[in-house]
């Protein structure tokens, strides 16, 4: 197994880097990402290439037996470039262009930006594509992150026009399947098509989600021409990578992916303004998004918080023990490598206070041995642990184009779509259930239930399997707002759920947006979850039960007993609609009654403590994860006497977890 560090070689004194290896050998690891932001470096002036730097870093890393991850330096064009070709750089939607000082400053449409990045990433290539030491690369840097993924530019319009031309061939079929006629907006000539800056309303919502697809598609060709780029001058032995983010973006890494030969991720559970880490469900999504990405394909986490982050502001500091914790839960959930973000925290530039496992003196301390006394524990079963396979019971369905839709027109101000994805993803993680993130092209026979959250850009091929799936004994677990566009963007003119009213057995005559500080309540009437009671927040959909059963119903004044939560038979399967954010506690009281009726394993755990089963033919293996940082649990582990894979501890019957806890339990299978 790779455990590694980000390091900077440029942004320190060379007789300091004997003193960084030195520490580094101590500490255990294996390998270094280096470059990824050091294009002035080698290329100080177009086409004057000076690798002297870089080529004496690799051999001092190599020196120590370490292995060498070079990134691609794209993510930040040199000042020199800019003053050249100042065309190169991006316009946010009031078009106003986003000049030089951070980085992602460029428009990957840039013909020009194109034709500097094949030179830069040709000459390394050349270089270091047979390198011993090099074992693969990263392209540029979390493509699109802080904003860069759309850009409104002169060169944007000029593309995004003529994509629009080759998707629809004709603005008679562009017009009909927009609904230009709506406020006057028919096009006579693909020059008067806009990319979407800021208007005193807002813009078609058609035009809006045909621009998403189209940055996206744009990175997909900008990360393509790096990947062949590559291809041609390093050895086959060599992996292309890159480290993606996934907050949102216009980006579809699933589609990106099959470009590279596995992906990887940048893992930061807190970040800066943050007061305190995300959710356990929320880190485990990211996670499961990863392992989604490439149809289940391990990845690699390049970037692996290792202290307190921020530029500005600084986030919490991580606590002993949640470094082993987070590392533990990335390797059980599909991470292969792990590379801690950074070595040593900047004393200049913007990221002075992302700490590092070294602080500014470069001094070892508590973060150094943490992170040392987790490879040491790793030592002896990782690379069985990785091998092993992840069993899921479980399908979220995740679509980024839906997610776009919802950006677009969120509908309501309490809406998020990353944390309505929760709201259904969360009940299952807190009963360890395991599952995937999948989309539409997923063989949804492998699973016993399917969660389709938030499905409100809806995509017929998928319908129709959903369908189809239930017919023949599945189980769906759909949410509010469900079926309400087609995948031009444009409301459906059926009842709603629209084509998918049948298979919930229901109808939506009357909707809510709630707002602002707005709540309704819930009861269950019926199931698992009567007598329970639950605010509702974001939505109600108030639900006429055709052929399906009510679970539960409002409290309200206006809307008494109208249905909340029902529940459908549907050929061989079952179909569950909420029709509100309700909350967690009831939300779990459902799923578990859904589990046991699919017979899909599941255990009940205190709060903030996480399972996750891994399966090889020699061993079953058991993470017991306590994100709580307060107190330490008691988890009853399953029968037959497990031990611990790095003591050699056994245990049986109830485990205690201590606070921030994280262990790997192993039982070996007979044969």
């Avoid at 890393?61 to 691609?72: A, K, N, P, W």
């Avoid at 309303?201 to 940055?215: A, G, I, M, W």
């Avoid at 590279?260 to 998004?289: C, E, K, M, T």
Wanted: net charge negative.
């Amino acid at each position: 197994m790779y455990i590694g560090v980000d390091y900077y070689p440029e942004q320190w004194p060379r007789e300091r880097w004997d003193t960084d290896l030195k520490l580094m050998k101590e500490l255990g690891i294996n390998v270094v990402r280096i470059a990824e932001f050091g294009w002035s470096v080698m290329e100080p002036e177009e086409g004057a290439y000076d690798f002297s730097l870089i080529d004496d870093a690799i051999a001092a890393i190599e020196s120590y037996g370490f292995d060498v991850v070079l990134g691609t330096p794209t993510a930040t064009p040199p000042a020199w470039l800019i003053e050249k070709y100042p065309d190169v750089l991006p316009a946010d939607d009031h078009g106003n262009v986003i000049g030089f000082g951070a980085r992602r400053h460029y428009t990957v449409n840039s013909e020009v930006y194109q034709q500097l990045t094949k030179q830069i990433v040709e000459e390394m290539a050349k270089r270091y594509g047979s390198h011993p030491a090099v074992i693969g690369w990263q392209v540029d840097n979390e493509y699109g992150h802080e904003k860069s993924d759309r850009s409104y530019s002169e060169t944007d319009r000029k593309a995004f026009q003529s994509w629009l031309q080759e998707k629809y061939e004709s603005l008679d079929e562009l017009n009909e399947r927009w609904g230009t006629v709506f406020w006057s907006q028919t096009y006579t000539n693909w020059s008067q098509i806009p990319v979407p800056k800021k208007v005193y309303q807002e813009h078609n919502p058609s035009l809006l989600l045909d621009f998403d697809r189209f940055c996206a598609e744009a990175y997909n060709r900008y990360n393509r021409l790096q990947v062949e780029t590559l291809r041609k001058y390093i050895a086959d032995r060599q992996f292309i990578t890159h480290n993606f983010v996934y907050s949102g973006l216009s980006q579809d890494q699933k589609e990106m992916a099959k470009d590279l030969d596995f992906i990887s991720f940048d893992n930061y559970p807190v970040w800066g303004g943050l007061a305190d880490p995300i959710s356990p469900a929320a880190i485990a999504r990211q996670h499961d998004l990863c392992r989604g990405t490439k149809n289940g394909k391990g990845y690699w986490v390049m970037e692996e918080l290792s202290g307190a982050q921020g530029w500005s502001q600084i986030g919490y500091l991580p606590r002993p023990g949640h470094l082993k914790l987070w590392t533990y839960q990335a390797i059980s959930r599909g991470a292969e490598a792990i590379v801690y973000f950074r070595w040593r925290a900047a004393r200049y530039g913007t990221e002075q206070f992302c700490h590092g496992i070294l602080d500014h003196d470069g001094k070892p301390r508590r973060k150094y041995n943490e992170v040392k006394d987790v490879i040491t524990s790793l030592e002896g079963f990782a690379d069985q642990w990785i091998e092993s396979e992840i069993p899921a019971d479980v399908g979220f369905y995740h679509d980024p184009e839906n997610d776009w839709a919802w950006q677009i027109q969120p509908q309501s101000d309490q809406f998020n779509y990353i944390g309505e994805f929760l709201r259904f993803y969360e009940p299952a993680h807190s009963l360890n259930a395991q599952g995937n993130i999948i989309r539409d092209d997923e063989d949804l026979s492998r699973y016993k239930v399917v969660v389709v959250p938030v499905y409100f850009l809806t995509k017929k091929t998928f319908n129709d399997r959903l369908k189809d799936y239930v017919a023949n004994g599945g189980t769906v677990i759909f949410s509010y707002r469900t079926g309400v566009k087609d995948e031009d963007n444009i409301v459906t003119d059926q009842t709603l759920p629209g084509d998918l009213a049948g298979l919930a057995g229901i109808q939506v005559h009357e909707y809510e947006s709630l707002r602002g500080g707005k709540s309704g309540r819930v009861k269950g009437v019926a199931g698992a979850v009567e007598g329970l009671s639950s605010s509702a927040s974001v939505w109600c959909d108030y639900i006429e039960p055709e052929t399906a059963e009510v679970l539960a119903t409002y409290e309200d004044s206006w809307f008494q007993d109208r249905a909340a939560v029902t529940k459908n038979k549907y050929g061989e399967g079952t179909v569950y609609y909420v029709g509100a954010g309700i909350e967690s506690p009831m939300l779990q009281k459902l799923y578990a009654s859904i589990f046991e009726e699919t017979n899909l394993t599941y255990t009940e755990t205190a709060e903030n403590v996480e399972l996750v089963r891994r399966e090889s033919e020699e061993a079953s293996y058991l993470s017991v994860l306590n994100h709580d940082v307060e107190e330490g649990h008691e988890v009853a582990l399953p029968e037959g006497e497990w031990t611990d894979a790095a003591s050699g501890e056994k245990h049986t019957g109830v485990l205690e977890i201590p606070r921030l806890g994280s262990l790997v339990l192993e039982k070996r299978k007979q044969h």
